[in-house]
Every structure is written in structure tokens, then in C-alpha cells.
């Protein structure tokens, strides 16, 4: 393996499905989408059948609390070990670059192992690998008990790096057609095509690790983000935080930003805090397997993580006046494009705006589309408390849900299903818009992680799909 511990990731040893195996049946969606579409999970199961998957390996967040997560769970590891000890896999050693297409768009990455004593998902982190999100303690659990004693990894974790100048993966993407392509394939239940394509060459391998390095740079890194140079460490410290109340961005360098799959790396490092002591510091399990994304590139799309309300049990504009008192209000909508439309065009502004609002005057006020059974309409909630939408919102969720105001919450994508779910009786559907880009490393690296749950890299279906594998015992 090919180390650098200037940028916290090493080139890995990956394993890849060995040829004759049906490539589209291998490969399925991450187990967190489709939480709440079951039928998606079913059909992916009857496409599956008994041929060799990924779905064999993985938990399928649908089925965490059901009959089904306890019976999983004890076949996944004994799966894992009948797939390496039938020769299922076959060896790469070196920098694979991913490509996928889906909807319209091509986006590209590289695979890297990542050092989880270089990463840190707490509050106020200023490790090089940071969680960009709130983390959700109690999600981690159930993946621990997937994680832990497993003798591979599969990941579904997208991390990005700010590379302007297109330093990193772009030149690789420039000569992918005189590369080996390792794998070629449509992907299931139109999500798109994925390829792959070994580097092989190790000059090339060391010019993208070198680029990365220039991005992990103190100078590079106060000069990206208009900081001052002086006091900007390595960012090498995995358990470094930044003073909490100064007011000062990140004195450490931010490389890898977590796009999706916070959880997954967070379980892997709760996983190796655990065990390192009685394994040794080269042990695999240090590391986590990911794929990196510039955010730079146009096939990828920011989208926002949407919410869900089940089983409802209280009016939500009586709990919104309790926990908002005096600074909400409601304007309805002739439908969802005039929400959707509504929300998108006041999230850059200070004012609800929309036809309710013309011509009256207003200081700052967040704007959050609501979808019920009877309709939909636009919230303005005036002085909010956060700096975006989602965090207003999320306040009054986790505290609504607290006092029991409906069953469960769900974290969707897409306006569609976002609406499908909120019209049914007894739920309510929230809209948020998206987050900018050009923005996100920056409020990261000053104000710290986001709400939770507050961007998705593309909607359900453009999600990075289980392929690769890589041992971690």
C-alpha cells in the first residue's frame, strides 16, 4: 500500500467481483435510501434472488427494528466468509477512478482508505477528515453490530475535497480511455451506469496524492478561504477542537469533508477506538474505505434532505405558535410548484416574500414548505435561530417529537416522495432548499458542522452503490 500520512488516506487494497458474476445483480443501492418505500427493497430483492450481491452483506435501513434485523445481521458475517472462502474476489492493488452516470449528470471520483485516527465527528472537530453534519449517536449502534467482527468492508461513503483548480481527479479523468477499465455496467432499478478504471500507473497515482497534499497545505489552505496563515496547524491532531464562543474559523487544515455516509465512518471509528490498543496500529481496521468526490465537479449536485412526519398527533400550527411564539405564520399554496418555487426563491433572502407578502415589511424570516393531507403551504418563521432553514426546522422537530407530537420522523429525498408521504392522513411533508456549493467548505471550516441531515449529494437513486470490497480482519 502506497502511504501518505500528510494526507491521511493511503492507496488500497481493494476486491473487486470476479469476472462471470452478474455485475448488475452485485451491485445495489446504500442502505440507508428508500427508508420508507419497502417496495423498493423488495423489488431489489426479487432482481437479486440468490445470486451473488452486495445485498447478501449489507442491512437495509428499511429493516432496522423489524423481525427481519436479528436474523440479517447474524448471516451477513457468515455471507462475507463464504464469498472470500468460494473466491467471490479477486485483488487490486492501486487508484481506481469511478465514474457514474445517472440522471443526465457524470460525476467522477477516486477510492481512497481514509485514517480514522486522522478523522473526528464531534462538534467543533478541526481534524484533516471532518463530519460536515450533525452526527446521530443513536444511529451508530446498529452498525456496529454490522462493523464490528466482520471480516470486510463495503462502502457507501462519499467524501469530498475542495479542489477548485481541478488538480486532483480531473487529470486522471483526462486519460481514462488509455486506462484498463475494470468494470463496466448498467445499475439496477435505473440508477444510472457505473465504470471503473485502474490507474495503474504509479507516476500518475503520485501526482493526485501530491495534489492532495498541496490542498492539505497550511498556506494553501488560509489562502482558499481568506484566513490568516499565522497559527494554521497541519491538521494532523485527530482529536483537535476548535475553542468554542471565540468566534475564529478552523485553525487546522480541512481536506476530506464527509459527503454521505457520516455514520458509516463514524461506526468505523468508534469500531477502531475500541480495538486499537489490543490490534496494533497497522491493523486494516484503522482505515475506511471511501470514494472522493471534488465538489468542484458539475456532475454533482447538492440536493436537500427532506423530512417526513408519521402518525401526526398534534395540529403543527398550535405546536409551531408553543415553540415559536408570536414569529410563525402560514401562507398557503395554489400547489407544490408554487411551494417549491415559494421555499427555492427566499432561501438567498431575508423575507418570506411570495404573493402573501408583497409589499409588507419584515426582517429576516426563514421560509420551510409544508405538505399535509389538505394541501400545501409555506411557513415563515421570523427571527429565526439558525442560520438556515434546516436548523430552525430540526429545532422544533426534535423538540415536537420529544413531546410526543407525532410516531417518527423520517429523512427523505426528493419533492416527490416528500409529497407522495406528507399527503397521506396522519402525516406532514417539510421542503427545505438546497445548500450552495461554493459555500459549503467554507461555512464548514467556519461555523462548524451543519444541522443534521442537512444536504444529500444527488437524490435516492443517484446514491454511490455498494460494489467494492476491502478487508478489514
Known amino acids: ?66 423481525s427481519a434485523e436479528a436474523q440479517r445481521v447474524q448471516t451477513i458475517h457468515r455471507a462475507m466468509q463464504d464469498y472470500l472462502d468460494g473466491g467471490l474476489f479477486v485483488e487490486h492493488e492501486g487508484l481506481i477512478l469511478v465514474e457514474r452516470s445517472v440522471a443526465g449528470r457524470t460525476r467522477h471520483g477516486i477510492l481512497l482508505a481514509l485514517d480514522l485516527e486522522q478523522y473526528d465527528y464531534s462538534k467543533g472537530a478541526t481534524s484533516l477528515i471532518r463530519a460536515t453534519e450533525g452526527t446521530i449517536l443513536e444511529r451508530i449502534p446498529p452498525r456496529v453490530r454490522i462493523r464490528s467482527g466482520a471480516p470486510l468492508e463495503l462502502p457507501h461513503i462519499l467524501v469530498l475535497i475542495d479542489d477548485p483548480a481541478c488538480t486532483v481527479i480531473e487529470p486522471l479523468v483526462a486519460v481514462r480511455q488509455s486506462l484498463n477499465r475494470l468494470y463496466d455496467f448498467d445499475l439496477m432499478l435505473d440508477s444510472g451506469h457505473l465504470t471503473g478504471y485502474s490507474v495503474g500507473d504509479r507516476a500518475l497515482e503520485g501526482q493526485a496524492l501530491a495534489a492532495l497534499a498541496r490542498l492539505a497545505g497550511p498556506g494553501a489552505f488560509a489562502a482558499r478561504y481568506g484566513l490568516a496563515a499565522e497559527g494554521i496547524g497541519t491538521g494532523r491532531a485527530a482529536h483537535g477542537h476548535r475553542e468554542q464562543g471565540t468566534g475564529s474559523p478552523s485553525a487546522s487544515p480541512l481536506l476530506f469533508a464527509m459527503g454521505d455516509g457520516n455514520h458509516s465512518l463514524a461506526t468505523a471509528k468508534a469500531i477502531w477506538e475500541q480495538i486499537k490498543s489490543q490490534v496494533g496500529m497497522e491493523h486494516p481496521a484503522r482505515y475506511a474505505l471511501v470514494e472522493v468526490e471534488n465538489i468542484h ?18 395540529d403543527v400550527v398550535a405546536a409551531l405558535e408553543r415553540f415559536y411564539p408570536g414569529r410563525c405564520r402560514f401562507a398557503p399554496c395554489s400547489g407544490v410548484r408554487e411551494m417549491v418555487d415559494w421555499v427555492e426563491a427566499q432561501a438567498c433572502t431575508d423575507g418570506l416574500g411570495g404573493p402573501a407578502r408583497a409589499g409588507q ?18 411557513l ?13 426546522l430540526q429545532s422544533f422537530l426534535d423538540d415536537w417529537g420529544k413531546r410526543g407530537g407525532f410516531e417518527r420522523i423520517d429523512y427523505v429525498h426528493g419533492e416527490d416522495v416528500t ?19 461554493s459555500d459549503f467548505f467554507k461555512t464548514v471550516i467556519v461555523d462548524g458542522a451543519l444541522p443534521r441531515k442537512t444536504f444529500s449529494m444527488g437524490e435516492a437513486r443517484e446514491k454511490r452503490f455498494y460494489f467494492e470490497a476491502r478487508r478489514i480482519a
Open 1 to 66: 500500500m502506497m502511504n501518505s500520512s500528510q494526507i491521511g488516506a493511503i492507496v488500497p487494497r481493494v476486491l473487486l467481483p470476479r469476472p462471470g458474476i452478474d455485475l448488475s445483480k452485485w451491485a445495489v443501492i446504500a442502505c440507508d435510501q428508500f427508508t420508507s418505500e419497502p417496495e423498493y427493497w423488495q423489488e431489489v430483492a426479487r432482481l437479486v434472488g440468490a445470486a451473488p450481491s452486495t445485498y447478501h452483506l449489507i442491512l437495509p435501513e428499511v429493516e432496522l427494528g423489524t
Open 297 to 314: 465537479d458539475e456532475g454533482l449536485e447538492f440536493e436537500p434532505i427532506l423530512r417526513v412526519a408519521f402518525d401526526v398527533k398534534e
Open 361 to 378: 415589511a419584515g426582517g429576516r424570516e426563514h421560509a420551510i414548505g409544508v405538505v399535509s393531507p389538505h394541501g400545501c403551504s409555506v
Open 380 to 392: 415563515g418563521v421570523a427571527d429565526p435561530p439558525a442560520n438556515l432553514p434546516v436548523g430552525t
Open 419 to 437: 409529497v407522495r408521504l406528507g399527503s397521506q392522513p396522519g402525516n406532514l411533508g417539510f421542503y427545505l432548499p438546497a445548500i450552495a456549493k
